[in-house]
């Protein structure tokens, strides 16, 4: 009966709180013990539970084995991979490969090419049609994208080779190749006719860049080597030349900087392996700069080794210390007009010559200028001398350095040679200053000569 009002008392409380009367039975039906089929059913249960356990982790463990095996077997299929070194090519197809020691072509029907060789033996082709682009990186890299309209060619690697719009042919334009790394060479529109606007740089020591060089007809074209040019290290013992080895070549641009660097734009040269005379180039301009030491030098020839070669220009720089530079232009024939020569030197115990228009008959209009500011240093200038019938050429000469010696020769060492003119000037003293027009042949006219602070006046 107590029990009853308990529970009952409860019950109204819980309704008048708004609790379900479910939360508050009586202890008995709450904890009630389970009967023994319950029991039984709990047990049974209980063992299909550790049954299913063990049978998922008996799966698991088979699957796990299962998982390693085939990961085991998977990864022993992979493993040869390496080869790689890259390939590509694309309009005559390939694209990609790996299978080691590059090359790449294409052709076959070619549009707009492209050949990428990377690494070892690398060798990126292409040789023929327009816009096409030919990419060699690292060891044996040669680039060549061959004859026509704007390829370009690029070669990164000691002993790169990169040529675009090269070997032969004929109207090979607007063409670029680079070549990256010592003992490289760059050919852009070289080797051919007809070539224009073609370009060739080079940046690496002992190294060539050929622009429309090696054939005739050949205009606008540029030739540059340079040295490091992520650490401005200039390029040591190389050569540029535009529009050179030919004829009728014109408005062709080549540099060089560096120890012991040539350029060599329009005409010829004599003294160069494979090199030859050129007539009719005109406009051409040849830049070298020499950066080294001892026994280095610069050289730049313009519009030499060669007939009709009108109106270019070759200048040297030299900054190296027991060193030479020396530049020509418009000379080694006849018929050379309107040419000029300069070379500047700021180092001690150098020799310095410029020349334009000399070694040949008939040249007229042509000047050469020699700067020395070193001490013990030899500066030349020359102008139409050694040839016949040379006119209106001009040699000037100026020197500001202790103990040197300096010469300004004009229209000298042949006949008939008129208007020319020798001017040195010395700055200092303990120096020695010469100034020569039309001496040592006969028949020379209206020459002028000044040795001004100098001690010597040479003429007729």
């Known amino acids: 009966m107590g ?36 029991n039984a059913a709990s047990d049974s249960s209980t063992a299909k539970t550790d049954k299913a356990d063990k049978t998922d982790k008996a799966d698991k463990t088979d699957k796990a084995d299962k998982d390693t095996k085939a990961s085991s077997d998977s990864s022993a299929a992979k493993a040869p991979k390496p080869p790689k070194n890259v390939m590509v ?30 690494g070892e033996g690398a060798t990126a082709s292409v040789t023929s049609g327009s816009k096409s682009r030919a990419t060699a990186t690292g060891a044996g890299a ?21 040529a675009a719009g090269s070997g032969g042919g004929v109207n090979n334009n607007n063409n670029t190749a680079r070549a990256s790394g010592e003992n490289s060479e760059a050919y852009a529109g070289s080797g051919g006719s007809d070539n224009n606007n073609n370009r060739a740089t080079v940046d690496g020591d002992n190294s060539t860049a050929y622009a429309g060089a090696n054939g005739n007809g050949n205009t606008n074209n540029t030739a540059t080597v340079t040295g490091d040019t992520t650490t401005g290290v200039p390029g040591d013992n190389s050569v540029a030349s535009a529009g050179s080895f030919g004829d009728n070549n014109t408005d062709n641009t080549a540099s060089a900087v560096g120890q012991n660097a040539q350029a060599w734009a329009g005409g010829g040269t004599s003294d160069v392996l494979n ?27 313009s519009g030499v080794v ?38 500047t030197n700021t180092a001690n115990d150098a020799t310095t010559q410029a020349v334009a228009g000399v070694i040949g008959d008939n040249n007229t209009g042509n000047t050469a200028t020699a700067t020395n500011s070193g001490d013990g240093a030899t500066t030349a200038a020359g102008s139409g001398y050694q040839g016949d019938n040379n006119t209106g050429n001009t040699a000037t000469g100026t020197n500001s350095g202790l103990d040197s010696f300096l010469t300004a020769i004009a229209g000298a060492g042949g006949d008939d040679n008129i208007n020319n003119t020798a001017t040195a000037t010395n700055g200092v003293d303990n120096s020695t200053t010469q100034a020569w027009a039309g001496f040592g042949s006969d028949g020379n006219e209206d020459l002028d000569v000044t040795a001004a602070d100098g001690e010597i006046n040479e003429e007729p």
Do not use: C, H, W
């Open 275 to 301: 090199g030859g005379p050129g007539s009719n180039s005109d406009d051409n301009v040849a830049t070298a700069t020499n950066t080294g030491g001892s026994d280095s030098a610069a050289f730049a020839y």
């Open 142 to 162: 040669t680039a060549t994208a061959g004859g026509g309209v704007k390829n370009s060619a690029k070669a990164n690697a000691d002993g790169a080779i990169a």
């Open 89 to 118: 090519s694309k309009n005559g197809v390939v694209v990609k490969n790996g299978g080691g020691t590059a090359v790449a072509f294409t052709p076959e029907g070619s549009t707009g090419t492209k050949a990428r060789a990377t």
């Open 3 to 38: 029990n009853a009002n308990y529970i009952g008392r409860v019950g109204a409380l819980a309704v008048a709180l708004g609790i379900g009367v479910g939360l508050f039975a009586t202890p008995v039906e709450a904890f009630a013990k389970p009967d023994k089929d319950s």
């Open 306 to 343: 060669g007939d009709n070669n009108d109106n270019n220009t070759g200048t040297a720089t030299n900054s190296g210390t027991s060193s030479s530079t020396a530049v020509e232009a418009g000379s080694q024939g006849d018929n050379n007009s309107d040419n000029s020569a300069s070379a």
